[in-house]
Antibody, heavy 117, light 107 residues
Framework: QVQLQESGPGLVKPSETLSLTCTVSGGSIGSYYWTWIRQPPGKGLEWIGY???????KYNPSLKSRLTISVDTSNNLFFLRLTSVTAADTAVYYCARTDTLSPFDIWGQGTLVTVSS | DIQMTQSPSSLSASVGERVIITCRASQSISSYLNWYQQKPGKAPNLLIYDVSTLRSGVPSRFSGSGSGTDFTLTISTLQPEDNGTYYCQQSYSTFVTFGQGTRVEIK
């Protein structure tokens, strides 16, 4: 079955760029929306955005100016890049799979990213 | 964006009790309403999608209902393993939004 795994630095300095990778294993990255969701410590879930397998993207307007989500279909990977981070970006970051008008049926385990000097 | 409001924000109930969590959308979302359970330190897990369809493997004590803007998640007989935080989520809009969560504690 399809599994997702996030990877990337656990600590990022303020004003720098947060970069994460999600590895899709056990299936093809084709024909789905690959999504990033985050959860600040002790708080709720925030949708960050998604990339379709063809590269089309949709972003949360509150993050759009700092955000890039991309996909590498050859290697079954998709990526998150968030620039100019602050402490407010400290969160557990999840990657997840969805389809049109559909729920998030597969999630990665999540990775904690702390923004601190 | 579509705001999702859950109530209560937390509850404490005994094993065997019936638990109801409500979720209200700021505009109609048709039947594109999903429920997740999250255990501490774990990713959310999909329980119910499209208002009332139980995901395979989810116990039948969980059920969902509603339409338009008002939805409920019911646990018919609360079990010890049902502790955790429950989130509703609308998939009607491409700008996905979640409720703020309901923490369920077992007395």
């Amino acid at each position: 079955q399809v599994q997702l795994q996030e990877s990337g630095p656990g600590l990022v300095k303020p004003s720098e760029t947060l970069s994460l990778t999600c590895t899709v294993s056990g299936g093809s990255i084709g024909s789905y929306y690959w999504t990033w969701i985050r959860q600040p410590p002790g708080k709720g879930l925030e949708w960050i955005g998604y990339v379709y397998y063809n590269g089309n993207t949709k972003y949360n307007p509150s993050l759009k100016s700092r955000l890039t989500i991309s996909v590498d279909t050859s290697n079954n990977l998709f990526f998150l890049r968030l620039t100019s981070v602050t402490a407010a970006d400290t969160a557990v970051y999840y990657c997840a799979r969805t389809d049109t008008l559909s729920p998030f049926d597969i999630w990665g385990q999540g990775t904690l990213v702390t923004v601190s000097s | 964006d579509i705001q999702m409001t859950q109530s209560p924000s937390s509850l404490s109930a005994s094993v065997g009790e019936r638990v109801i969590i409500t979720c209200r959308a700021s505009q109609s979302i048709s039947s594109y309403l999903n429920w997740y359970q999250q255990k501490p330190g774990k990713a959310p897990n999909l329980l119910i999608y499209d208002v009332s369809t139980l995901r395979s493997g989810v116990p039948s004590r969980f059920s969902g209902s509603g339409s338009g803007t008002d939805f409920t998640l019911t646990i018919s007989t609360l079990q010890p393993e049902d502790n955790g935080t429950y989130y509703c989520q609308q998939s009607y809009s491409t700008f996905v939004t979640f409720g703020q969560g309901t923490r369920v504690e077992i007395k």
